[in-house]
């Protein structure tokens, strides 16, 4: 069964920084693609990063600059940089992947700001 897997979410306070994880159960390029989503309470789920298997990433504009996606092949992760955060990256991070036959959801790992 493939999983996603999301640690590294906790508290943090304003322009700091965070990594989040997302560990797979299966190589990372057999994917498609992978992608970081974010829900802050009340609102949309949201595409903060995606990645494809050849290695082409897009960011949203929000997060353009301050969040930076990278991916260790040996170790079947995906990362999301976050530095000068702020308060309103405050929401759920969720991994995000596809390939032939079926998208895969992580649990989801909490950003906090504490003020």
């Known amino acids: 069964q493939v999983q996603v897997v999301e640690s590294g979410g906790g508290l943090v306070q304003p322009g700091g920084s965070l990594r989040l994880s997302c560990a797979a159960s299966l190589s990372i390029f057999r994917f498609y693609g992978m992608a970081w989503y974010r829900q802050a309470l009340g609102k949309q789920r949201e595409l903060v990063a995606h990645i494809t298997s050849g290695g082409t990433t897009n960011y949203a504009p929000s997060v353009k600059g301050r969040l930076t996606m990278s991916r260790d092949s040996a170790k079947n992760t995906l990362y999301l940089q976050m530095n000068s955060l702020k308060p309103e990256d405050t929401a759920v991070y969720y991994c995000?992947?596809?390939?032939?036959?079926?998208?895969?959801w992580g649990q989801g790992t909490q950003v906090t700001f504490s003020s």
């Open positions: 995000h992947a596809t390939r032939s036959g079926g998208v895969y």
